[in-house]
């Protein structure tokens, strides 16, 4: 089954709005939470990444905001760009090994 | 430093064929890390090498095998092949197992007719 739900499927935002990608993990043993964005035609590549003694990370105009009690983590782009169109994958993983479950995936489309 | 680099970018086999899938990781990376990538399926964990010995194998059937060299360099195999083993496989390294970035390489796409 899966075991990471990204939500929603995809989006379309104006440049300088804000994307919300959101994530919910059933595994409560999983402990730690990275993003990842691919563009067509490359692998994927990590954006940010969240362990659950942390409630929020922020790098640059990327935030991770983690809910451990709800079980969901959320990916914020601030002041989003045409550049930034691309998929965005959550994964978790658990056990410090490199064993991701990652989420469908969600396709960003930001429109200038 | 140079990224992970996979051979060979684009493959079509005939069902019942098999195919070798080769990945050089990154210098001084000894976790390499393989995943199918399919529409349906989305990021699907095949399996991960850490200094030649697997260390985690995902729920694909036997026909899916690897190995790691001791320049951690690795291949994966995939026997007898099916319609449905059409995928991107990407492989990705990293120089330690677990809380660190994956380098994904941009991945071989297998095609079966």
């Known amino acids: 089954q899966q075991q990471v739900k990204q939500s929603p499927q995809s989006l379309i935002v104006q440049k300088g709005g804000i994307s919300i990608i959101n994530c919910a993990y059933e595994n409560t043993a999983f402990d730690y939470f990275p993003w990842y964005q691919q563009f067509p035609g490359k692998g994927p590549a990590l954006l940010i990444a969240?362990?659950?003694?942390?409630s929020e990370k922020k790098e640059g105009r990327f935030t991770i905001s983690f809910n451990k009690s709800a079980k969901q983590f959320s990916l914020h782009i601030m002041d989003s760009q045409p550049g930034d169109s691309a998929t965005y994958f959550c994964?978790?993983?658990?056990?410090?090994?490199?064993?991701?479950?990652f989420g469908k995936g969600n396709q960003v489309v930001v429109i200038p | 430093k140079a990224g992970v680099t996979q051979t060979p970018r684009y493959l079509i086999k005939t069902r019942g064929q098999q195919v070798t899938l080769s990945c050089s990781p990154i210098?001084?990376?000894?976790?390499v890390s393989w995943y199918q990538q399919t529409p349906g399926q989305g990021l699907q964990f095949l399996f991960e090498y850490f200094s030649e010995t697997q260390r985690n194998k995902g729920n694909f059937p036997g026909r899916f095998s690897g190995r790691q060299f001791s320049n951690s360099r690795s291949e994966m195999n995939v026997s007898t092949l099916e319609l449905g083993d059409s995928a991107l496989y990407l492989c990705?390294?990293?120089?330690?197992?677990?809380?660190?970035?994956?380098?994904f390489g941009n991945g071989t796409r297998l095609t079966v007719t």
């Open positions: 210098s001084g990376h000894r976790s």
């Open positions: 994964a978790a993983s658990m056990g410090g090994n490199n064993r991701l479950a």
């Open positions: 969240i362990r659950p003694d942390v």
């Open positions: 990705a390294s990293s120089p330690r197992t677990g809380y660190s970035p994956l380098h």
